[in-house]
């Protein structure tokens, strides 16, 4: 008998499915994942699992850069984006309209 998938498991999932060059929202990995309400634990998930898929790629729901954490700023995410060709405004915007990815 398979197990049920974990909801940080389909986080994880979800983010590694996320094009090169392309971001999504936290909201639209919860929906996802099952949880549409779930986005803040979509934001905790990726930092504790940092390594586990591509976290930069992911954005709150207007394409702001919106990390707050010392260990992974938003300079890094812009500069890891920005090394995808995805065009990062010096305020931390991206646009979703051109660079969404939403599943």
């Known amino acids: 008998m398979r197990q049920a998938l974990s909801f940080g498991d389909k986080v994880i999932e979800i983010v590694k499915k996320i094009p090169y060059g392309k971001v999504t929202t936290y909201g639209t990995v919860a929906a996802l ?5 779930g986005a803040r634990l979509v934001g905790g998930i990726l930092h504790f699992d940092i390594d586990e898929a591509p976290w930069h790629r992911v954005v709150n729901r207007h394409g702001f850069i919106s990390t707050k954490c010392l260990e992974h700023p938003q300079a890094l995410q812009k500069a890891l984006l920005q090394q995808e060709g995805i065009a990062v405004s010096k305020d931390f915007m991206i646009d979703l309209q051109k660079y969404g990815w939403f599943g």
Do not use: H, S
């Open 33 to 37: 994942a099952g949880l549409p309400r």
